[in-house]
């Protein structure tokens, strides 16, 4: 990594030292989900979990909502390591390669309201070895979701 002295962004280094990152960084991450229940994938991610709607457009016969989901990272799992997590959370290998993570204050509360809601409960909140509270649900538009509240250091 470096980090460029002028601006202060960060950028990816090739073994030739070269910087070969898009220029300024990435600044936002937009994971686009096709919903072909739009109506009930919108209830559920902006009004069951409280995602703030940015911004709406249409298109002839058509519609896109952007909703805010706080900060976001890209995580990069190798399979092994997704089917560890799999094993924590669930018991067995259910993701596919894809599962949103979405960190919440109450991952027991925030799973009720999510069944309620009509969310598939793929397991309930458990507590992992790195000391957070996960719960693995089934959201519309066939997301895969894990909840994740993080825990106290164990003293």
């Known amino acids: 990594m470096h980090r460029d002295a002028r601006t202060g962004s960060v950028g ?11 220029d300024g960084g990435v600044l936002e991450m937009r994971l686009v989900v096709t919903a072909p229940d739009y109506e009930a994938a919108l209830t559920f991610y902006r009004d069951t979990l409280g995602m703030a709607e940015i911004a709406a457009f249409t298109s ?43 960190r919440v204050r109450d991952a027991a ?18 507590e992992t070895p790195w000391r957070s509270l996960n719960s693995r649900l089934e959201g519309p538009a066939g997301l895969q ?6 825990l106290e250091p164990s003293a």
Do not use: C, K, M
């Open 145 to 150: 979701l894990t909840f994740f509240q993080e």
């Open 109 to 126: 509360s925030a799973t009720d309201r999510a069944v309620a809601a009509g969310a598939a409960l793929i397991a309930p909140p458990t």
């Open 12 to 22: 990816a280094v090739n073994q030739q030292g070269e910087e070969n990152s898009v």
């Open 60 to 102: 002839p016969g058509a519609r896109v909502t952007i909703l805010d989901a706080g900060r976001a990272n890209l995580e990069l799992a190798d399979p092994p390591h997704a089917a560890y997590v799999d094993d924590v959370e669930v018991g067995r290998r259910v993701a596919g390669p894809l599962r949103v993570a979405l």
